[in-house]
């Protein structure tokens, strides 16, 4: 299975980026796809993913400024970041959950999602 993201970047605060991502070589249904993102020093926290039957879930963080969308059938995830803040510079990763979750809070966890990506890093600068 890889993950392939995309749209990484420099921007300055008030910017926007687009980051993609497309899973291959998945054998088994989707059910979620999400970001995560870990800054220098800090652990690795959920952005926002898109589940199965279209719902969305957010960081309280990036709520109002984030804007996830794509078709988890085909295992597509595009996250549209407006609004950039410096605080939201990091690594983003994408990551791709093949289990139906009954607790819903949980698909903000990372032990939920069974592959992930390498990694783009967004740089946001003052």
């Known amino acids: 299975v890889q993950l392939q993201a995309s749209g990484g970047g420099l921007v300055q605060a008030g910017g926007s980026l687009r980051l993609s991502c497309t899973a291959s070589?998945?054998?088994?249904?989707?059910?979620?796809m999400a970001w995560f993102r870990q800054a220098p020093g800090k652990e690795r926290e959920f952005v926002s993913g898109i589940f199965s039957g279209g719902a969305t879930r957010y960081a309280a963080s990036v709520k109002g400024r984030f804007t996830i969308f794509g078709d988890i059938a085909k295992n597509t995830v595009t996250l549209e970041m407006n609004s950039l803040k410096p605080e939201d510079t990091a690594v983003y990763y994408c990551?791709?959950?093949?289990?139906?979750?009954?607790?819903?809070?949980?698909?903000?966890?990372?032990?939920?999602?069974?592959?992930w990506g390498q990694g783009t890093l967004v740089t946001v600068s003052r």
């Open positions: 070589g998945l054998t088994s249904r989707t059910y979620g």
């Open positions: 990551a791709v959950d093949t289990e139906p979750r009954a607790i819903v809070s949980y698909r903000s966890e990372p032990g939920a999602y069974d592959y």
